[in-house]
């Protein structure tokens, strides 16, 4: 039997300098997500609408008195308390692709870091209360005659999944990413998760946000921005236009909804 031959010093070079090049494609790939940094890259047109389910109220100023809140804030509404409190429109302001390893330090493509008031992405605070203890839930589901189920739209359709959604209640963050599905994932205080597709028919605890004590205000911190590291958020976005509506709905501690309606305790 003939006996193979063994590679030679010039094939077992060829074969390393393959290897490295395949590396540095892959480490190319992985960087490849982040579209560019200039005004040009940034993503125009926004919208955000806020609803909430039964029992439950909020504001973006704490009140006196439960009625004094709302059920439903426009992006109007936001626009202008995050005008007075950060000092810039988010009508006229674009959102540019950061990434947070924390949940609330948002760096750039660079390491950067990006303050709040610079408009790079959204700080929201509202105020959450409730006239019963209850678990507030993020919802894709719609309240009756209404489409207002949490989703994000937009004419370029990845620009959904390279946007995230968190809530910071103090306690913990919980971050809505709309690529994950009926899914979380828990990182120390951060939770990770996605939602049912709707008709929903119950509300688990990957949905779940915070609790609230009957009448006793929460302050809860929203955050928008696009994940510069998420696969979706390429040069395709630019320019692009998105509208995001949110919708919360409160159940009891065991996941049934306070308004009779179908959802019950997950089995």
Same mark, same amino acid.
């Given at each position: 039997?003939? !006996?193979?031959?063994?590679?030679?010093?010039?094939?077992?070079?060829?074969?390393?300098?393959?290897?490295?090049?395949?590396?540095?494609?892959?480490?190319?790939?992985?960087?490849?997500?982040?579209?560019?940094?200039?005004?040009?890259?940034?993503?125009?047109?926004?919208?955000?609408?806020?609803?909430?389910?039964?029992?439950?109220?909020?504001?973006?100023?704490?009140?006196?008195?439960?009625? /004094?809140?709302?059920?439903?804030?426009?992006?109007?509404?936001?626009?202008?308390?995050?005008?007075?409190?950060?000092?810039?429109?988010?009508?006229?302001?674009?959102?540019?692709?950061?990434?947070?390893?924390?949940?609330?330090?948002?760096?750039?493509?660079?390491?950067?870091?990006?303050?709040?008031?610079?408009?790079?992405?959204?700080?929201?605070?509202?105020?959450?209360?409730?006239?019963?203890?209850?678990?507030?839930?993020?919802?894709?589901?719609?309240?009756?005659?209404?489409?207002?189920?949490?989703?994000?739209?937009?004419?370029?359709?990845?620009?959904?999944?390279?946007?995230?959604?968190?809530? /910071?209640?103090?306690?913990?963050?919980?971050?809505?990413?709309?690529?994950?599905?009926?899914?979380?994932?828990?990182?120390?205080?951060?939770?990770?998760?996605?939602?049912?597709?709707?008709?929903?028919?119950?509300?688990?605890?990957?949905?779940?946000?915070?609790?609230?004590?009957?009448?006793?205000?929460?302050?809860?911190?929203?955050?928008?921005?696009?994940?510069?590291?998420? !696969?979706?958020?390429?040069?395709?976005?630019?320019?692009?236009?998105?509208?995001?509506?949110?919708?919360? /709905?409160?159940?009891? !501690?065991?996941?049934?909804?306070?308004?009779?309606?179908?959802?019950?305790? !997950?089995?």
């Amino acid at each position: 039997m003939e !006996e193979k031959k063994k590679p030679s010093l010039w094939q077992k070079s060829y074969l390393t300098l393959i290897l490295a090049l395949l590396a540095l494609i892959g480490i190319a790939g992985a960087t490849a997500a982040w579209f560019s940094l200039g005004d040009h890259g940034r993503v125009y047109s926004m919208q955000l609408d806020i609803t909430t389910g039964a029992a439950l109220r909020f504001d973006t100023v704490q009140h006196a008195e439960f009625t /004094d809140y709302q059920k439903t804030l426009s992006f109007t509404d936001i626009a202008a308390a995050v005008r007075q409190q950060y000092g810039y429109d988010m009508r006229t302001t674009p959102l540019r692709p950061v990434t947070t390893a924390n949940g609330t330090t948002f760096t750039l493509r660079d390491g950067t870091v990006v303050q709040s008031n610079s408009g790079s992405y959204w700080e929201i605070p509202l105020h959450f209360i409730a006239n019963e203890d209850l678990i507030v839930h993020l919802t894709a589901d719609n309240s009756l005659n209404a489409d207002d189920g949490t989703r994000i739209s937009s004419s370029r359709p990845t620009l959904p999944r390279s946007m995230r959604i968190s809530f /910071d209640s103090g306690d913990s963050i919980a971050v809505y990413d709309p690529g994950m599905g009926d899914s979380a994932t828990t990182n120390g205080k951060i939770k990770n998760f996605g939602l049912q597709t709707p008709p929903v028919s119950v509300y688990n605890q990957n949905s779940v946000l915070f609790s609230l004590k009957k009448d006793t205000d929460k302050l809860v911190i929203l955050r928008i921005w696009m994940e510069g590291t998420d !696969e979706a958020c390429t040069d395709e976005l630019k320019n692009a236009d998105f509208r995001i509506q949110l919708r919360f /709905d409160g159940t009891d !501690e065991n996941g049934g909804r306070l308004d009779g309606r179908r959802g019950r305790p !997950e089995q």
